[in-house]
Structures are given as C-alpha cells and as structure tokens.
C-alpha cells in the first residue's frame, strides 16, 4: 500500500512482509488532502523482522518548484521520510480472519501521515478483503508546512481484491475512511534471476 505497509492500494491488511523479506515500491500516487503538486514521489521500503511483524521506511516528496531567490526555499509541499510498524497477532483459530495492529508516521517532527489502526483480513477463493478501524493524527507538528489538513487514514475502513479468472490481475476496490478509490494489480512470476523476486504492477483512481 501507498502509505508503506503490506495492503491495498492504500489501506494495510493483516498480512505482513515474511522474515527475511523485502518489500520496495515507488509510485505518484499522493493523499489529495495534502494539496494539488507537479512533483509526486512515493518510496517505500519493508521487511520481515520476526514472525508477524514488519517495519517500513517511507520517503515522500510533493512538491512545486518556484523561481526563489539563493538560500531560500526551492520548492514549496510536503518532504517527508517516516517510519511504520504492523504486529499480526499470533493467533491462529480456524474460521477467524488474520488480526493485526499498526502504527504509521511514528516518530519525527512533521507529521503528515500518522494514524493507528486495527485490521482484519480473510481469503475466500479468488477475493481477499480488508477491514479496519484507524485514528488518524492531524496534519501539523514542528516543520509542517500544511496544518488543517484531513488525516489519510481515519476512521473505519475497508476494500477487497478479486482475481481476474485464471490471470495473474486482480480488480481492487477500497475506501480509507475519507476516500474511495479503485485499481488493477498485476503480479508477476517469481523471478530466478531477479533472486526469486516478484514484480507487481498497480493503476488506480481516487
């Protein structure tokens, strides 16, 4: 997911990065709560710590340049590198969906993205889905250059992914509390001489 943990196109599920794996993504997609920029950049980096739980690093920039003089300001928006963190509870009864908590933006001065949340997840032949509950922070803290702006995961949330026949697509619908929003992902084969990694491809509207 776009705000750096294993999910949807924006949300997190229960599901976490195995140990020893890694998880790295890029995208321009961007919360449009945090305004409208020409430069959207959106680096995610995760991994497997111990069973059940994975941490992500999250950079990004949106951003709009502007003719400044020498040593101010270059551009003006959002710059920001976070942390997130997901436990997935050890539990393990026949019939209930994997349970997991988290926590996104956790520390540093600026605060664009922090939220808390609880989630469930569940398979059912070709559809996964998704469901939570989040708290999402406000947008505000020493070196914030936007106050007043919604959270990006706030309140109940939820989406589904459904596989496309015998392809390797799926169809993914979700909401995060404050926005809907649709997609296709398309997962490659694993790759031997990419270290048995995988590709996955994502388009969406919000």
């Given amino acids: 997911a776009s705000l750096g943990a294993t999910g949807g196109l924006t949300i997190p599920s229960a599901y976490v990065v195995q140990p020893g794996d ?18 959207k950049q959106n680096y995610t980096m995760g991994i497997g710590l111990v069973p059940g739980v994975e941490v992500f690093g999250r950079f990004a920039e949106y951003t709009t340049s502007k003719n400044a003089p020498p040593g101010a300001p270059d551009a003006i928006g959002v710059r920001d590198i976070s942390g997130n963190a997901k436990w997935q509870l050890p539990i393990e009864i026949e019939g ?35 469901l939570g509950y989040a708290r ?52 490659s084969e694993t790759l031997p001489w990419l270290g048995d990694a995988q ?3 994502t388009v969406q509207r919000s």
């Fill in 136 to 187: 999402g922070k406000p947008v505000g803290g020493p070196g914030t250059s936007i106050r007043g702006a919604s959270p990006v995961l706030d309140g109940v949330f939820g989406g589904a992914e459904v596989k496309l026949g015998t392809t390797r697509a799926t169809a993914l619908v979700e909401s995060d509390g404050t926005q809907r929003h649709a997609g296709l992902r398309y997962y």
């Fill in 96 to 130: 209930l969906p994997k349970l997991a908590v988290g926590a996104t933006d956790i520390s540093g001065g600026a605060m664009y993205f922090g939220s808390q949340y609880m989630v469930a997840s569940d398979e059912y032949g070709p559809l996964r889905w998704s």
């Fill in 22 to 39: 890694m998880a790295l993504s890029l995208g321009n997609y961007q919360d449009p709560s945090l305004g409208k920029y020409n430069r």
């Fill in 199 to 201: 590709l996955v491809g």
